[in-house]
């Protein structure tokens, strides 16, 4: 294992900001994430596990500790039971390599999931999702290291805490490392397509596409609605979407006709889509202080020219809350994660 000092982060987030870390490691197996948290606990440094960086804004400031980048391999699907298949994945393999395997294999569950940047795992971290799927859809187990014991422990389901955008692994922040994740996909399962872009796309033209489909229509609408992060600047979508009470979402629609509302698990609480708000209330659509900005297509979307700083990415960020915050109460909740 060669642990590196001074390396700047900025090449290793979608973002292509941030300063440099003290160190910076690769692990590639086990045994090397277990010696490296060791010997970060024996040097008393905090650690920040890295997957490919399409997730966070690293502060200009560079990150005070190790950086270990998570690049345990493997992909092993098992064989088939009654039209089930479990898949158990190695946490540094790119995601949507993943995707494409099992759309390859004709197995369905993750196909809504395709082309989302990152690693498989960090998806469990904010239980990632897009077009009406989330990972906890699908996820049977993940295999961790716990860091305070140093010990591998298995966490099913209903352990991992799922919620919107959010797991037990945002809670509690570094003391799990997830290794693998164990997924369950159904051979030739019914796809679904009720997500309204989706449906947009198949109405009229096929009512039951194929795992296949599903996931080229996906890959399709994302490329016309989401900037190439491989040119420029970006972590997706900034922000959560709110979920706020009933009572409020009447009061805004009234104030705001069109605005949309998603029922979620609870009756009495709706889910908006903040892009809406910040298009049509915020007059945000397309909005630029220097060179941070939001996408001309998708306002959720914080896009940052290249040699911008996360102080300008900051900046911009606070005035998206106050203008949101101003024109609808809503006090909206940052999905991008501070790295600093
Ligand atoms: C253009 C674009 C589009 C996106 N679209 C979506 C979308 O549709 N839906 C969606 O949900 N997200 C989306 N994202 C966000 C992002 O891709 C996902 O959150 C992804 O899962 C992050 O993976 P990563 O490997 O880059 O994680 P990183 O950004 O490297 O890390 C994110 C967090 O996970 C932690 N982490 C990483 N690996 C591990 C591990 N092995 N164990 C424990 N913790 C770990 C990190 O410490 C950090 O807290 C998008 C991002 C971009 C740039």
Redesign the pocket.
């Known amino acids: 294992m060669n642990i590196r000092s001074d390396i700047p982060l900025a090449p290793y ?2 973002f292509m900001i941030g300063g440099p870390a003290d160190f910076f490691c690769v692990v590639s197996s086990e045994e090397e994430l277990v010696a490296m948290i060791r010997r970060a606990h024996d040097g008393k440094l905090p650690v ?9 804004l690293v502060a200009d400031e560079g990150f005070r500790g190790i950086v270990i980048k ?1 690049e345990i391999r493997g992909m092993e699907f098992g064989s088939e039971d009654n039209g089930v298949v479990c898949v158990t994945v190695g ?1 540094g393999e790119t ?1 949507d390599d993943l995707v494409a395997e099992t759309v390859r294999r004709n197995l369905h569950g993750i196909e809504n ?1 395709a082309a ?4 498989v ?3 469990p ?2 239980n ?3 077009y009406g799927v989330e990972i906890a859809s699908t996820l049977v187990s993940v295999r ?1 290291l716990d860091t305070t014991t140093l010990a591998y422990v298995e966490f099913s389901n209903k352990e991992c805490q799922f919620a919107y ?1 959010d797991s037990r ?1 945002k809670h509690e ?1 570094g003391r ?4 693998q994740v164990t997924l369950r996909l159904v051979k030739g399962g019914k796809t679904d397509i009720g997500y309204k872009d989706l449906k947009d796309f198949f109405t009229g033209k096929n009512e039951s596409p194929g795992i296949k489909e599903v996931r080229d229509a996906v890959i399709g609408i994302r490329g016309n609605k ?2 190439d ?1 491989k040119r420029i600047g ?4 900034f922000f959560k979407n709110p979920i706020i009470s009933k009572n409020q979402f009447e009061k805004l629609s009234a104030q705001y006709p069109g605005l949309p509302g998603y029922p979620t698990k609870d009756a009495q609480l709706i889910k908006v889509p903040l892009g809406w708000i910040l298009d049509n209330i915020c007059e945000a659509k397309g909005l630029r202080m220097g060179p941070v900005g939001t996408y001309e297509k998708q306002a959720l ?1 914080i896009v940052a020219q290249p040699g911008s700083s996360a102080a300008a990415v900051i900046n911009f960020q606070n005035e998206l809350i106050r203008r949101v915050k101003e024109r609808t109460g809503i006090q909206v909740e940052r999905e991008v ?1 501070w790295v600093g």
């Open positions: 987030t979608t920040f596990i890295l997957g490919k960086g399409s997730n966070i998570n946490a995601w999931l989302i940047p990152g690693t795992g960090a998806a971290v904010q990632i999702g897009a961790v955008r692994f922040k799990y490392v997830i290794v989401l900037p992060w970006t972590a997706g979508s979307v994660e």
